[in-house]
């Protein structure tokens, strides 16, 4: 379930833009983020928000995803690169490519465009992409391959309205499609047997659907934003739930630090897991 989380931290940082966004002006920013659950998993991502010219952004995302499973560390690695249109056009145009794998074991790579259109107080964002799935087998297969090869394609829409005051709240629904009938993993223990432990639990948590919802509060000298996500599996239809509330401070004109903590849980156990982050931002 923590990958689940590794992806909410765009979308958190998000509730930052507002009071950016009010000077009229979007700085270049780099962020440290680190964050950990109660079962021992720690994320660290770097990000840069890179001013290009003609108002353009180039996005540069790397991290690190620890499992401790058993004493039994595993490492997986995230990189992304993207470059979007003026965010504070009409019309945003976004596109990228990540990876996010560990050598040996899964490897995921995504081609995503995202367009956004803002009009007034409200914006829509289309964002559709295309994965390459590879998940590597702990004995050769047929021609003497070791790894299976997954396709997918999904899409998000998201709709958002930003006030004039201190309130924004957005939703946002994803679904994706896979070329290959990945339910199988879970209905057939055979396939267990193909994977080590670390690639069949990342191959567990493939998305079929994702339903997300915010709200946040912005001020000058603080933000506040809650958010809830529901994530659907595409292998065995579990269903896991994410609580997420976040508060946010500048630390003078070019420094922000921002703190979260929530509780995600699933449908297959009565498991709670605890879960936090803290990330400092800097503007120039």
Not at 51 to 71: C, E, H, N, V
Not at 96 to 116: C, N, Q, R
Not at 212 to 227: E, G, K
Not at 231 to 242: F, G, N
């Amino acid at each position: 379930m923590h990958l689940i989380f590794r992806g909410l931290a765009g979308l958190l940082l998000l509730c930052t833009w507002p009071k950016v966004m009010a000077a009229e002006v979007l700085p270049s920013s780099v962020i440290v983020e680190y964050s950990a659950d109660a079962a021992g998993n720690s994320d660290y991502l770097l990000s840069m928000d890179v001013a290009l010219p003609g108002a353009a952004r180039l996005l540069l995302d790397s991290g690190q995803i620890k499992s401790d499973t058993d004493s039994d560390i595993k490492d997986k690695n995230i990189y992304g690169i993207a470059i979007s249109s003026d965010p504070l056009g009409v019309t945003v145009v976004e596109g990228g490519y990540s990876y996010l794998g560990k050598e040996d074991e899964i490897s995921i790579e995504t081609l995503h465009l995202a367009i956004e259109w803002n009009m007034d107080a409200w914006y829509i964002r289309y964002a559709p992409q295309q994965r390459a799935i590879r998940l590597y087998t702990e004995r050769p297969l047929l021609f003497r391959r070791n790894y299976i090869d997954v396709g997918s394609s999904g899409y998000t829409l998201g709709l958002g309205y930003r006030s004039r005051g201190p309130w924004s709240a957005d939703a946002s629904y994803g679904k994706h499609r896979y070329n290959a009938d990945i339910e199988r993993l879970a209905d057939e223990p055979r396939f267990a047997l193909l994977f080590s432990p670390t690639t069949y639990d990342l191959a567990s948590g493939l998305e079929a659907s994702r339903l997300t919802a915010s709200l946040s509060y912005d001020q000058v000298d603080a933000s506040y934003a809650v958010l809830w996500l529901q994530s659907t599996s595409a292998v065995d239809e579990s269903v896991a739930t994410l609580y997420l509330a976040s508060w946010g401070a500048p630390l003078n004109d070019q420094w922000y630090v921002e703190i979260r903590g929530g509780t995600l849980s699933s449908d297959i156990d009565d498991t709670v897991l605890g879960l936090g982050a803290v990330s400092v931002q800097f503007l120039w």
